[in-house]
Every structure is written in C-alpha cells, then in structure tokens.
C-alpha cells in the first residue's frame, strides 16, 4: 500500500499568516503517460464531510479561494494557505488514487494561534 | 445543485450485515466514480471502496471479501453491502462521487454504523 505521511499532525497560526502542510507518499503517486499526480487535499471541518480543495496535486477546486495552493510532484507535496482565515480551522487531509487501495493521509489540524 | 445523501445507518451486532444507501440527484452516478470513506470516531478517513465510470469497484483490504459496492443507474443510487461486522467496523460512512478519481466532489453527510452488542 502507499503510505501517505502528513506533517504537522497540527499547527498554529496567527491569522492572515501563512499556514503550510506536507504530505509525502511512500512511492511516487506521479502517471508518467499524463504527468498528473494523483493526489488530492480535503479540507475537514467539525460535524462535516470532507470537502476538495485540491485535485491534480496543484488545481483548485471550482469554488475554492485562491489562498489555497497545492504543490509538488513525485512523492512530495504541499499545501498552502497562503493567509489563514478564521474559516479555515479545520482537519487537512491528502489523498492518493494512483494505485489500490487508496490511502489518506492521517490528518494535519490548523487551529488559530 | 448536486445532492447526496446516505441512509441506512444502524446500531448493530458483531457478525451482523447491513446495507447502506446513498441517493444522489443532480449527477449521473452510472458514467462517473464513486467511493465510500468511513471516519471512525475521533479517528481520521480511511477509504473504503470505489466502483469506476466503467463498474469496475476495488476495495481496501481491511473490507474486501466483507463490503459490495454496487450502484442502481434506474435509481441513481449507491450501495454498500457490509457483512460479518466487527466492533472495529464502528464509524460514520460517507458516500462520496465525481467526475473521475480526482475529482471526487460531492459528499454526503454521512450515516452512522455502530457495531456494538
């Protein structure tokens, strides 16, 4: 299986500061034939479904705000808040679907500093 | 607007089954991906299972042989058949679907198994 290991576990950040979150994969999650990583972020909040930020490793969801960026390629990746929002506390996951099973990242928790 | 929602959700016994239900509107689940997630409690996502636009389905090996998933195109529906449930089973299961693997968009809130006797 592909392990996908986040870090922080958490973080705290003032707001309007940057918040940054890694996620590393145990083997590259990147297709050569189409150069995509196959790699998501979700975004979590209390009492609710995850919702996508990310997909590709770096295209925004439709909806999302531009302070969110996702990066990397291989088996390292970001994501960025580029300045932390009080609506953006909440539980950060990555994703891979480049091979059976899919893995989740454990989790990163932003909460406000 | 795009609407899923899971049903089925229950408390029961060890070594019991149950089928879970997600009905989706304003997307057409036949032609695109769909998965399940579970999230116990306190706990972060784990994946389940996902049936492909083509209904093939691949499962994590913690369900396989246990789980079925399944879609009605007639109902735009999706299932998830659980059997010989276990106390570690015990979380809330989300359906989710989108246009291929990377854009798995639409989530539902979520029903709640709980394995306990």
């Known amino acids: 299986d592909v392990v996908m290991t986040q870090s922080p576990d958490s973080l705290a950040v003032s707001l309007g500061e940057r918040a940054t979150i890694s996620c590393k994969s145990s083997?590259?999650?990147?297709?050569?034939?189409?150069?995509?990583?196959?790699l998501g972020w979700y975004q979590q909040k209390p009492g609710q479904p995850p919702r996508l930020l990310i997909y590709w490793a770096s295209n925004r969801e439709s909806g999302v705000p531009d302070r969110f960026t996702g990066s990397g390629s291989g088996t390292d990746f970001t994501l960025t808040i580029s300045s932390l929002q009080a609506e953006d506390v909440a539980v950060y996951y990555c994703l891979q679907y480049s091979a059976i099973p899919w893995t989740f990242g454990q989790g990163t928790k932003v909460e406000i500093k | 607007e795009v609407q899923v929602v899971e049903t089925g959700g229950a408390l029961i016994q060890p070594g019991g089954s149950l089928t879970l239900s997600c009905a989706v509107s304003?997307?057409?689940?036949?032609?695109?991906?769909a998965t399940w997630v579970r999230q116990a409690p306190g706990k972060g996502l784990e994946w389940l299972s996902v049936i492909c636009a083509g209904g093939v389905t691949e499962y994590a090996d913690s369900v396989k042989g246990r789980f079925t998933m399944s879609r009605d195109t007639s109902k735009n529906t999706l299932y998830l058949q659980m059997h010989s449930l276990r106390v570690d089973d015990t979380a809330v299961y989300y359906c989710?679907?989108?246009?291929?693997?990377?854009?798995?968009?639409?989530w539902g809130q979520g029903t709640l198994v709980t394995v306990s006797s």
């Open positions: 304003g997307f057409t689940v036949n032609d695109n991906h």
């Open positions: 083997q590259s999650v990147l297709y050569s034939p189409n150069n995509e990583n196959y």
């Open positions: 989710a679907t989108g246009w291929d693997r990377a854009k798995i968009a639409y």
